[in-house]
C-alpha cells in the first residue's frame, strides 16, 4: 500500500466527482449531492487560473485517486490573507490507512514551509469524530460551535470551527552590521 499526494489537474474531475458524490461521505462534507464530472472539471479549472492562490491535493492509493483536499483564502479582505480555509476528503473504502494523515502533512507542510500561513482553520460537524481526531492530530483546536450552521439531511446541523497557528511562525534573524 504507497500513498501519493500530488497537485490535483483538471483530469482528476472525475475521482473528485466520484468522492463527494458517495452517499457514505458527502454528509460528512459541505458539498452538495448530485455532483458530476463537469462541476469539478469547472472548480479544478478555476482554482487553477493564473493569480489563484487556492490548493488542491488528491491523495492516491497504489495509484488510483482516494481522497482529495484544499487549501482556500479565508476570504477576499487583504486583512485575512494570514489565514486559509481547508478542507478535506476521503472515500469510504480508503478511510482509517492513512490517507486523510498524508494530505493533512502535505497541506500543513505547504502552508506553514511554502507560504507562510499563520492561520488554518475550518468547520467540522459535532458529530464526525474521525475528521475532528485527524485535525487535533495536527494541531487543530476547537475554537467554537456553531448552531445550526449548516443544512445536512432535513436538520439544521452544528459545526465546530477550529483553527491551528503556525508551529513556528517565520521570521528574519537580525544580523549584526
Known sequence: MSITVRRASVQDAAAYARIMGDVSVYPGLMQMPYTNDELWRARLTESSAPGKTDLM???ELD???VGTAGLHPAGASQRRRHALSLGISV???AQGQGVGS???AALCDYAD???GVL???LSVYTDNAKAIG???KFGFVMEGT???YAMRDGQLTDVYAMARFHPKPPHIAVQPL
Request: avoid cysteine; hydrophobic fraction near 60%.
Open 57 to 59: 491535493l488528491v491523495a
Open 63 to 65: 495509484g488510483a485517486v
Open 91 to 93: 472515500g469510504a473504502q
Open 102 to 104: 498524508a494530505l493533512m
Open 113 to 115: 514551509n511554502w507560504v
Open 119 to 121: 492561520r488554518l482553520e
Open 134 to 136: 485527524l485535525y487535533k
Open 146 to 148: 456553531l448552531r445550526g
